[in-house]
Nanobody, 123 residues
Framework: QLQVVESGGGLVQPGGSLRLSCVVSGFTLGEIDVGWFRQTPEKQREGISCITYSGEGRSFLGSRFTIFRDNTENTVYLRMNRLKPEDTALYSC???????????????????WGQGTAVTVPA
C-alpha cells in the first residue's frame, strides 16, 4: 500500500533552517513523482518543489527551498533556508504514480497525500 509520512516540522526562528522528510512506502522513488506543498487557512495550497521519478528536481518558490532524495531510504527531503514568518504553514508531500516528462506544482496531479508536518516561524 502506497503511503507517505512527513516529519521534521517545528518552531524555528526567522532566518533559521529546517529539513523536512517524506518517507514513501509501497513504491520506490524511481517509479513516482513526489511534490512538496504547503497550506494555511488563509491561502490556497501552494506547490513548493517536486522531484521526478528520475531524480530531476524543480523549485517553484525560489532558491530558499531545495528538494533532494535518498533512494536507499526511499525518502524525499525539503531543505528550507532563511525562513520567514510567512513560511508558517502545514507542509505536505504527495505522490503521483507513473512516468512523466516532468513534475508539476498542481496539487490535482498528485494522488497520495500525507498528513503534513507543521512549520511555525514567529514574527
Amino acid at each position: 500500500q502506497l503511503q507517505v509520512v512527513e516529519s521534521g516540522g517545528g518552531l524555528v526562528q526567522p532566518g533559521g533552517s529546517l529539513r523536512l522528510s517524506c518517507v514513501v512506502s509501497g513504491f520506490t522513488l524511481g517509479e513516482i513523482d513526489v511534490g512538496w506543498f504547503r497550506q494555511t487557512p488563509e491561502k490556497q495550497r501552494e506547490g513548493i518543489s517536486c522531484i521526478t521519478y528520475s531524480g530531476e528536481g524543480r523549485s517553484f518558490l525560489g532558491s530558499r527551498f531545495t528538494i533532494f532524495r535518498d533512494n536507499t531510504e526511499n525518502t524525499v527531503y525539503l531543505r528550507m533556508n532563511r525562513l520567514k514568518p510567512e513560511d508558517t504553514a502545514l507542509y505536505s508531500c504527495a505522490v503521483r504514480r507513473g512516468v512523466y516528462s516532468s513534475c508539476t506544482s498542481d496539487a490535482y496531479d498528485y494522488e497520495i497525500w500525507g498528513q503534513g508536518t507543521a512549520v511555525t516561524v514567529p514574527a
